[in-house]
């Protein structure tokens, strides 16, 4: 009679806390920026811009990936690989304007807008084109539509934070505009959750996000600005035109935006029945986890500070 053996009971690691995720996902964060921003502060152009472009472009890449696996989930059509390529041009078009590669004038921010807009109109035509010959695709607007939302969402706006870091009218400075938004964004994110955990009763948008609630929206705002006050305390004149008054307004803004950015990101997820937009980082979630609040923030502080801050 053969020996049966019992095979060894598996083990699976404990469920992170939500605390020790918000804690690797701002570490993550804060590592991931960390280096970048090292690099942009080197005082070597060619490195700065080097590593600049290299990061917006994996962002792009990864970001735009997890993005249209979201909406395979979905069972979705999209035009996946002409999506990504698309999103890389857009990236690389971009930088390559602001620093005076392409034939435009770097002085006025909306000549990288022009090139935008020119790149979009070719994008969706050829789109349109790539339909034609599909062979077996018959929801040619559902494949364009979500193919362009995705282009929108990831890297279009990422370029804000180009547009901040190479602003023509505050050479040398944008880079500390960076790394304002980041900071008064992310901090928005760690009031959220401190304020949330410790007295949060009343919830936001539970088919959204269960765990956020208007306490920790409040923590959220106040941290942020705060935040955004000292740090424009501690820049002085390296931030071009920023006032306490101008400090106070953009900390409202931009934390109200970080929640906002997030709970879209939340939508996405819950609506393909996923928990984290990727794998990228263990335990923590992908790249649009990352990023979402960011995503959502970059433009609103380039309009401030193109139509506010140096109008």
């Known amino acids: 009679m053969a020996e049966t053996t019992t095979p060894p009971p598996t083990t699976t690691a404990p469920a992170l806390s939500k605390g ?13 920026w960390s280096i970048v921003l090292t690099a942009m502060f080197s005082g070597n ?77 070719l994008f969706v035509l ?14 040619g607007i559902l494949a364009i539509s979500t193919t362009l939302f995705g282009l929108m969402y990831v890297p279009w706006l990422l370029n804000f934070i180009q547009k901040i870091q190479f ?7 944008g880079t500390f505009y960076v790394l304002y938004f980041i900071v008064v964004t992310k901090f928005s994110d760690v009031g959220a959750y401190c304020v949330g955990s410790l007295i949060g009763r009343h919830k936001m948008i539970p088919r959204i996000s269960p765990g956020k609630t208007w306490e920790g929206f409040g923590g959220a705002i106040v941290v942020s600005t705060g935040a955004s006050v ?26 109200v935006g ?24 263990p335990g923590i979630g992908g790249i649009l986890d990352l990023l979402d609040s960011l ?10 500070l193109r139509h506010v801050l140096t109008r």
């Open 230 to 255: 000292v740090f424009a305390h501690l820049a002085g004149e390296r931030l071009y035109g920023m006032t306490l008054t101008h400090a106070v307004i953009l900390g409202v803004v931009l934390s």
């Open 295 to 304: 995503l959502f923030n970059a433009p609103l502080m380039y309009l401030y």
């Open 258 to 281: 970080a929640v906002i950015g997030d709970l879209i990101e939340s939508l996405f997820k819950r609506e393909a029945g996923l928990k984290d937009s990727g794998t990228l980082f």
């Open 20 to 32: 020790q995720v918000f804690v690797r996902r701002l570490t993550s964060t804060a590592i991931l």
């Open 45 to 121: 152009e060619l490195i700065s811009n080097g590593v600049f472009l290299a990061l917006m472009l994996l962002l792009t890449w990864v970001g735009l990936t997890e993005f249209y696996d979201l909406v395979a989930k979905r069972d979705l059509v999209c035009f996946k690989p002409w999506g990504i390529l698309g999103g890389v041009l857009l990236i690389a078009g971009t930088f390559f304007a602001l620093t005076g590669v392409l034939p435009v004038n770097r002085e006025l921010p909306g000549k990288a807008n022009d090139f935008e807009s020119s790149f979009l109109i």
């Open 126 to 139: 050829g789109l349109c084109v790539r339909q034609f010959v599909a062979k077996s695709n018959t929801a």
């Open 167 to 173: 602003f023509p009218f505050v050479t040398g400075k």
